[in-house]
């Protein structure tokens, strides 16, 4: 067979490129190249296309493996989630929001399976944390005194009954609350500091989900619980202290939990 | 369980590749590595055979694109850099004049070319990875290709990014 009688498609062209050619042909399409210098060049762009994307990313997967993204420690992350106290199926995506090294919160990736504004909402609550955790004179509108102005006022805002949990029981005060923009409307956002000053924030929004399952995300100084219940979502957020948080987020669950307060 | 584990664990290099030049951040790919991961975990029992590989690729393709569409309805977060012209540095620019061609592309045919010639797996295996027919795939590398010479070549690429 010479080169000639075997016209070459853009295709193959592609397929030569890429190793896709069984032998025989690649060697035909190798020689009518040879006899055509117009497509050899746009051959050849394509290889320095593929070369420049080889050269830009490749060294990543000679990069060691963060210790975050170790199998091992991922494996015991799961199985310590699987207890969860909301004990239900995992969805198969984790979080909503990421965390840039110093630059702390961003809102960034989401994942699979997120309800619609489940995702925003947690973003925000990172974002509010972030922003009023570390305000000494200003944190909140309200002070924790007047919470059951509070509780009124806010659950007005968002046009929904909530409750603005106790946390005394685990040595949380109350130092007060806001109102904040949120994805969906109003958000309302409080605050509570332990004995050592350290911050713990609940966020709460209106979602457009009934409910989800509990979910954890920790970066390198903030973590996160967060969850829909009744159509309302919450996001704990605190120092990367997973045992402390989640004895923070278990206390909030169970307050503002109002079918499982409905039964007992 | 080992070898299952084993298995995935020897894909992670591949997928932070893959993640990094999809997300263009180390950050955001690195996320998006520990959320297939866990994803994985917890689907072994969905793991019928076959390549773990593909599977793995599979999982972050279909999460990128959840965060790509759940970025297009918050728009706060789009990088600047996106709507620039190359770099005057050319191919000297660091790569940076290849990332931003690739930020012009199709996401579809951004998945397709990056596995392709990033991670080097067939057009049989992106097929099953994208869901669609060789055909596909090949019409994705194609206009992926012609849209990043055009770009690179210095013109306004013929397509922005689709949202």
Redesign the interface.
């Known amino acids: 067979m010479t080169t000639s009688d075997s016209p070459v498609t853009e295709e193959e062209l592609h397929a030569y490129v890429d190793g896709e050619l069984p032998a025989d042909r690649q060697e035909a399409v190798a020689a009518w190249l040879a006899a055509h210098p117009e497509h050899a060049a746009l051959v050849a762009g394509w290889r320095a296309q593929a070369d420049r994307i080889r050269a830009r990313y490749g060294a990543v997967a000679g990069e060691p493996v963060p210790e975050r993204l170790k199998l091992d420690r991922l494996l015991r992350q799961d199985r310590s989630s699987g207890r969860r106290w909301l004990g239900y199926a995992a969805a198969a995506s984790v979080a909503a929001f990421l965390i840039g090294g110093g630059a702390g919160w961003a809102a960034r990736g989401v994942t699979a399976a997120a309800p619609s504004n489940f995702d925003a909402i947690t973003a925000d609550a990172l974002e509010a944390y972030k922003l009023y955790v570390v305000e000494v004179r200003h944190p909140v509108e309200v002070p924790g005194s007047e919470r059951t102005h509070m509780t009124q006022w806010l659950s007005k805002r968002l046009d929904s009954e909530l409750r603005i949990p106790d946390l005394q029981s685990i040595g949380l005060k109350l130092v007060g609350g806001r109102l904040l923009p949120g994805p969906t409307g109003a958000a309302a956002f409080y605050m509570y500091e332990g004995p050592s000053g350290e911050r713990f924030t609940i966020y709460c929004a209106k979602a457009a989900t009934p409910e989800t399952a509990l979910r954890f995300k920790e970066g390198q100084r903030f973590a996160a619980f967060y969850w829909v219940d009744d159509k309302v979502a919450y996001a704990v957020s605190g120092p990367a202290d997973r045992d402390r948080l989640e004895q923070v987020a278990k206390t909030v669950y169970e307050q503002v939990d109002k079918s499982g307060a409905r039964k007992s | 369980m080992a070898t299952f584990?084993q298995n995935?664990?020897a894909t992670?290099?591949?997928l932070?590749?893959y993640a990094?030049?999809l997300t263009r951040?180390s950050?955001?790919a690195?996320?998006?590595?520990?959320?297939t991961?866990?994803?994985a975990?917890?689907?072994e029992h969905l793991f019928h055979g076959g390549e773990i590989r593909s599977w793995l690729y599979t999982i972050l393709t279909?999460?990128n694109r959840?965060?790509l569409?759940?970025?297009s309805?918050?728009p706060?977060?789009s990088s600047l850099e996106d709507n620039d012209a190359p770099d005057l540095a050319g191919?000297e620019g660091g790569?940076r004049d290849?990332?931003r061609?690739?930020a012009t592309l199709v996401e579809d045919q951004r998945n397709a070319?990056?596995l392709?010639?990033?991670e080097g797996l067939?057009?049989r295996e992106v097929a099953e990875v994208q869901g669609v027919p060789i055909g596909t795939v090949?019409s994705r590398?194609?206009r992926a290709?012609a849209q990043?010479?055009i770009f690179?070549d210095g013109g306004r690429p013929a397509l922005r990014r689709v949202k």
């Open positions: 584990g995935v664990e992670i290099p591949a932070r590749r990094r030049a951040d950050d955001i690195d996320d998006l590595v520990q959320d991961l866990v994803r975990l917890r689907s279909n999460l959840n965060r569409r759940s970025l309805r918050r706060m977060i191919p790569g290849i990332e061609a690739l070319l990056l392709v010639v990033l067939s057009y090949m590398l194609a290709r990043i010479k690179l």
